[in-house]
């Protein structure tokens, strides 16, 4: 009896493995909590994405800056900026934004035509820092689409108001590289060196860039993207 019954209690001491129901439960259950937590991880993501660009660009005003005091007060050229300011950065790597998964790219920022390059829409264009009026309401250096051209600008006057630029070729240059690739909007830096992020407030704005809408005159009337380029470009 005392045999049987301690074969019986070291039976019992056994440890049990899971049920398959039990398996499936703890899979569903952490399923769900990936799914809870995998959206805030890729916000997380594109928020330091975000930080770092504008860290780039801060450190491409310093340089564009810096290269007026050694050149006369001298704005660099928008279309060859990136050749005259490699002298004052570090690494090659601040001409690009973190948000380009495109290992080719070599430059993912543009500077406003009217800060040494060409007048356009009848908006002269400053060739001296010290001309540039109220520089913290200026802008000067913009994230934009990586196949886009350096020198930026996005406007059109058409003799009584002003609209988007239709789009050019290639059709990823649309809008003249404006992009929304930091959850909808893009860094920008001003004359006094200070950046911001600015998020597209017209969903318009959004479409156009996207190739959503094909006609840049539905997404123009009162827009208040389309207002804000307009005071940071051409007053």
């Not at 001409?95 to 908006?123: H, L, P």
């Not at 318009?204 to 804000?228: C, F, H, M, P, Q």
Request: with cysteine.
């Amino acid at each position: 009896m005392t045999r049987t019954n301690g074969k019986r209690a070291r039976l019992g001491c056994r440890r049990r493995g899971f049920t398959l129901t039990e398996l499936l439960v703890v899979i569903s259950i952490i399923a769900l909590m990936v799914s809870i937590t995998l959206p805030t991880l890729t916000r997380a993501q594109r928020d330091g994405e975000s930080v770092h660009c504008l860290a780039n660009e801060h450190q491409l005003m310093l340089a564009w800056l810096q290269y007026a005091v050694d050149c006369d007060d001298a704005l660099c050229n928008p279309d060859s900026y990136q050749t005259a300011l490699r002298r004052y950065t570090q690494m090659d790597e601040v001409f690009v934004c973190k948000g380009v998964q495109d290992e080719r790219v070599t430059n993912s920022y543009g500077i406003s035509s009217v800060m040494g390059g060409d007048a356009r829409d009848g908006i002269a264009s400053d060739e001296k820092l010290h001309s540039v009026s109220h520089p913290s309401q200026r802008m000067v250096l913009v994230d934009v689409e990586s196949a886009s051209q350096t020198c930026f600008w996005p406007l059109l006057w058409n003799r009584t108001q002003w609209k988007w630029r239709p789009w050019s070729w290639p059709p990823s240059s649309s809008l003249q590289g404006m992009t929304a690739r930091h959850s909808n909007g893009c860094n920008m830096s001003f004359a006094d060196g200070h950046g911001q992020y600015r998020h597209w407030k017209d969903g318009r704005t959004v479409k156009l860039i996207k190739g959503r809408i094909a006609d840049s005159d539905k997404a123009s009337g009162d827009n208040r993207d389309l207002e804000y380029m307009v005071k940071i470009l051409a007053h």
